[in-house]
């Protein structure tokens, strides 16, 4: 199994542009998670996707719009980049049931630089 | 959610025993401590967790006080491929609203000097 990737590994856009950043997983989780990562800092959340088909906004969702395109997928959108986007973003699943025992699992993130 | 509390860093030399500790002093009742870690330029990587008795796995063990505000992960004989930042995470068994999704502080660094 390859679990979580996320693509492209690096990306360098600047101010006003638009990107999205992929996210599969293979495990048949229900549950996937973008994070954000900047320097020095742990992760902050930015959307979730409990379920296929559902989507809810996480702590610092302002700038960007998610897709949960079926089971395996879902999609993380910037429509006007901002150099505060600047970051390392990291996709998560998690097959549990959310009973406390249950654990995610995270891709190898995307380096994202926004000039 | 509840909020625990971490060194900033730590250092270890290699081969010997590592002891991370964290505070979580308003835990609840039907909180699991989780701890994650972070190796360089890598996603973060579930460690270990545990309610209220000890726990050993093939990474770590996890031992938690009798009562509970703090935890402590310890490895047993650092290797220089467990330099990376640690997270300890509350997770609420019950809570309204519980989705699985992650509250991350700062997280301890490990260094391991050969």
Redesign the interface.
């Known amino acids: 199994n390859a679990g979580?990737t996320q693509t492209p590994k690096f990306q360098v856009l600047k101010t006003g542009q638009s990107m999205t950043l992929q996210c599969a997983q293979d495990m048949n989780h229900n549950?996937m998670?973008w994070?954000r990562q900047d320097p020095?800092?742990?992760?902050?959340?930015i959307y979730?996707s409990?379920s296929e088909g559902t989507t809810?906004k996480?702590e610092v969702p302002n700038g960007y719009n998610v897709s949960r395109l079926n089971k395996r997928e879902f999609s993380l959108r910037l429509e006007s980049a901002a150099p505060s986007q600047t970051s390392v973003y990291?996709c998560?699943s998690?097959g549990?049931a959310?009973?406390?025992?249950?654990?995610?699992?995270?891709?190898?993130?995307t380096r994202l630089t926004v000039l | 959610d509840a909020k625990t509390t971490q060194p900033n860093s730590m250092e270890s030399n290699e081969e010997e025993p590592v002891h991370l500790p964290c505070n979580h002093s308003t835990i609840s009742g039907?909180?699991?401590i989780?701890w994650?870690r972070q190796l360089p330029?890598?996603?973060?990587?579930?460690v270990i967790?545990g309610?209220t008795s000890n726990v050993n796995n093939r990474m770590a063990s996890l031992a938690i006080a009798e009562d509970r505000k703090s935890s402590t992960l310890i490895l047993h004989r650092a290797t220089l491929r467990d330099a990376a930042v640690y997270?300890c995470i509350l997770?609420?068994?019950?809570g309204s609203g519980?989705?699985?999704?992650?509250?991350?502080?700062?997280?301890t660094t490990l260094q391991v000097k050969p």
């Open positions: 979580v549950s998670y994070y020095g800092m742990g992760l902050r959340l979730y409990a809810d996480g990291f998560a998690n549990g959310f009973r406390g025992t249950d654990t995610q699992y995270f891709g190898p993130g | 039907t909180d699991y989780h994650y330029s890598q996603g973060p990587e579930y967790h309610l997270y997770r609420d068994a019950h519980n989705t699985g999704k992650l509250i991350f502080g700062q997280g």
